[in-house]
């Protein structure tokens, strides 16, 4: 194609926009008239240290809490006031806590339930479950998804964390979504791992656009298309990882803090909460 057919280019719409956000704790403002996209298909990595409020802003997101201001669109349609549900349904779903598995049940009975509900009024609950062959083969692919084929019989409880950190996710994508919300995936998981976890995250790409808050800045530089750096509630930095890797805010912000380190490719630290008052004062002073 010549460039004469082509037509002039128009922005790409966002499938997630946040405008002007702003959560407030009493006098702590959580997040401070904040402004970010989450594009069709990409992987967006919030990174900031503890505290900078990373959960905070997926709580507003998902529907968990409202923010104090502005506004939260999907598709360009407003969703700041809708509840969870309405949100889920449209496409956005955010990884369950390990507490959301029926750990007495197998891999493939827990996903089966998570596809049931989405796709069944309540009279389906009458009908036992086993007799529901489409139920069991949406939920065996969402196994393999999520790398659990070899695990289908297995009972919830007796998994790895670090597999059921995989069905949680696999849980999320039951719901069919077009964006998923993940609050740290790879806590409390070794290197192996999270190792597994990085290409069943990337694969999602490009039927769904993840927004990731990871501590672990090596998965976090691996996976992501653009990383967003939070501090103390507001966006002091948003580009591709080596944009954010040498940018002089970031770099100030993060002076002495292992992702100094993690930054000049010295070594896969995670973020520490240490120091954070004199990393957010810094940050301030960069972010001006
Ligand atoms: N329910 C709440 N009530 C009062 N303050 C809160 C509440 N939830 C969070 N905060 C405060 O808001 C700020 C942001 O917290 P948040 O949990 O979003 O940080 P985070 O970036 O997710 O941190 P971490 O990396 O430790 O998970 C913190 O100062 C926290 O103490
Ligand atoms: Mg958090």
Not at 30 to 50: R, V
């Amino acid at each position: 194609m010549t460039s004469t057919c082509m037509k002039p280019d128009s922005p790409r719409p966002a499938l997630l926009e946040l405008r002007n956000l702003v959560k407030r704790y009493g006098g702590l403002v959580a997040t401070d008239h904040l402004n970010l996209t989450l594009m069709p298909g990409e992987i967006h990595a919030i990174i900031g240290p503890n505290g900078a409020g990373k959960t905070t802003l997926i709580q507003q997101i998902s529907g968990a809490i409202t923010p104090n201001q502005g506004s939260i669109l999907l598709d360009g349609s407003d969703i700041t006031q809708l509840p969870m549900h309405r949100r889920v349904a449209l496409g956005l779903a955010r990884s369950y806590q390990i507490t959301n598995i029926f750990s007495a049940y197998s891999v493939l009975d827990n996903l089966a339930l998570a596809v049931q509900a989405l796709s069944g009024g309540s009279m389906r609950f009458w009908r036992p479950v086993v007799t529901e062959n489409a139920l069991f083969e949406q939920a065996a692919a969402i196994a393999a998804r999520v790398g659990l084929a070899a695990q289908l019989h297995r009972i919830a409880g007796s998994l790895a964390h670090g597999e059921q950190r995989q069905l949680e996710i696999g849980l999320a994508l039951a719901t069919n979504p077009r964006m998923l919300l993940l609050d740290e995936p790879m806590a409390g998981m070794g290197q192996e791992e999270s190792a597994r976890l990085i290409p069943l995250i990337t694969d999602l790409r490009p039927d769904i656009a993840v927004l990731l808050v990871e501590h672990d800045m090596d998965a976090v530089f691996r996976m992501a298309d653009r990383i967003s750096v939070l501090v103390a509630g507001r966006i002091i930095a948003s580009g591709a990882p080596h944009q954010i890797r040498s940018n002089p805010a970031v770099r100030q912000a993060y002076l002495g803090d292992e992702l100094g380190d993690e930054l000049s490719g010295d070594s896969s630290g995670e973020l520490s909460g240490e120091g954070d008052d004199e990393l957010r004062d810094n940050t301030r002073e960069a972010a001006k």
